[in-house]
């Protein structure tokens, strides 16, 4: 069992930047594969990007390649999302979930858990 708990979540100006941090519980997280996802209100939960648990490459929805950074510190159990040059098509919920050794990362219903969101909201 994995417990994830999402912080860093608020309303910031477009152009602006956020952090979202993730926090898991257990000893085995190095072995797990991390994502984030965000939900905006009245569509469908969405990958927004993704790292292996195996280290190496990082996964992005094309909309935010070149702004957002997911990163995973297995020391401490912590995954982050740097936001850069937000938008108000990035408002949303945003989700951390985890599953353990997997290799599909795009895949929302591959992930066994979930935390219970931030709410991210970017003003015009």
């Known amino acids: 069992q994995v417990q994830l708990v999402e912080s860093g979540g608020g309303l910031v100006q477009a152009g602006g930047s956020l952090r979202l941090s993730c926090a898991a519980s257990g000893r085995t997280f190095s072995s797990y594969t991390m994502g984030w996802f965000h939900q905006a209100p009245g569509k469908d939960r969405e990958f927004v990007a993704g790292i292996p648990w195996s280290g190496g490459s990082t996964y992005y929805a094309d909309s935010v390649k070149g702004r957002f950074t997911i990163s995973r510190d297995n020391a401490k159990n912590m995954v982050y999302l740097e936001m850069n040059s937000l938008k108000p098509d990035d408002t949303a919920v945003y989700y951390c979930?985890?599953?353990?050794?997997?290799?599909?990362?795009?895949?929302?219903?591959?992930?066994?858990?979930w935390g219970q969101g931030t709410q991210v909201t970017v003003s015009s």
């Open positions: 979930a985890a599953r353990r050794f997997m290799s599909t990362i795009r895949t929302e219903s591959a992930y066994d858990y």
